[in-house]
């Protein structure tokens, strides 16, 4: 089996740049208390940039997909047989707060399925990354990698990943599945690499449509550790659709919880 070495590095290579030019970012960057969900700043077309660059110049023929207008790339194909799909910061609202809880996520599609997957998180200079077959692995600053493995909770310890709820909001997720602990942060990526890494059993993303930018990278981190990620429905994800949305939600689990997580959230 290929485990798309070459890409790995030169993915891990694109998000260590880019975290380095967003931390530098970070610092200068006045804080928007009240950010929306919908803002974008000059720092994530800048690390757009920097990444598309650099994965163009390793990998000319590829296609590259990316949540934000990139004058230089627009014209190139985004979708192929081998496609690279970026989020040069996912989370800006983490960032524009400056709460620390944004990331770097990029992830290499061959025939649509995941084989590279790279989250980087630039405040607190960790990566966790994987390529199929591969393993998934996470370091903080130059310290050596270390492999990543989903937890073995059931549902008495179960520990809930999710985005920031309204103050009184119950969201589907801890309705359905109970956890006996909520953590909440900014960033797809975060959630995702925290199943990988076992610090979260379950991570349910139930908006009606996101992006295949928001979880590409994401998705292969949490299959490498052991886990299991598809649909609200328990089907497997599909990428480079229409728009390149997608609108059937997503579930990430250490995998023994899985099917039964599923069937509690079809009831919520």
Request: aromatic letters at 8%; charged letters at 20%; a negative charge.
């Amino acid at each position: 089996m290929m485990t798309f070495q070459d890409e790995l590095s030169a993915a891990r290579e694109a998000a260590a740049r880019a975290s380095d030019l967003l931390r530098r970012e970070y610092e200068q960057f006045t804080a928007i208390p009240d950010a929306p969900v919908t803002i974008s700043t000059h720092a994530d077309k800048a690390s757009q940039e920097l990444i598309l660059g650099f994965l163009h110049d390793r990998f000319p023929a590829d296609a590259l997909c990316a949540e934000e207008s990139t004058p230089a790339f627009d014209s190139l194909p985004k979708i192929g047989r081998r496609a690279w799909v970026v989020d040069p910061i996912d989370g800006t609202r983490g960032f524009a707060k400056k709460v620390g809880q944004f990331s770097v996520m990029i992830g290499f599609l061959v025939d649509g399925q995941p084989v590279v997957g790279v989250v980087a998180e630039p405040a607190q200079n960790r990566t966790t990354f994987a390529s199929v077959g591969g393993g998934c692995w996470t370091h903080t600053g130059d310290a050596e990698p270390t492999r990543c493995r989903v937890s073995a909770h059931g549902f008495s310890e179960l520990v809930l990943v999710q985005s920031w709820s309204k103050t009184g909001m119950s969201p589907k997720p801890v309705q359905a599945l109970t956890p006996v602990r909520v953590v909440e942060t900014y960033s797809g990526g975060v959630k995702l690499a925290h199943v990988a890494r076992g610090e979260a059993d379950v991570y349910a993303n139930t908006y009606e449509a996101f992006a295949d930018w928001d979880i590409c990278a994401g998705h292969l981190l949490v299959t490498e550790a052991g886990g299991v990620v598809t649909d609200l429905r328990g089907n497997s994800i599909v990428y480079q659709g229409e728009n390149f949305k997608q609108t059937r939600g997503l579930i990430a689990t250490n995998g023994s919880i899985h099917a039964e997580a599923v069937s509690r959230l079809a009831t919520v």
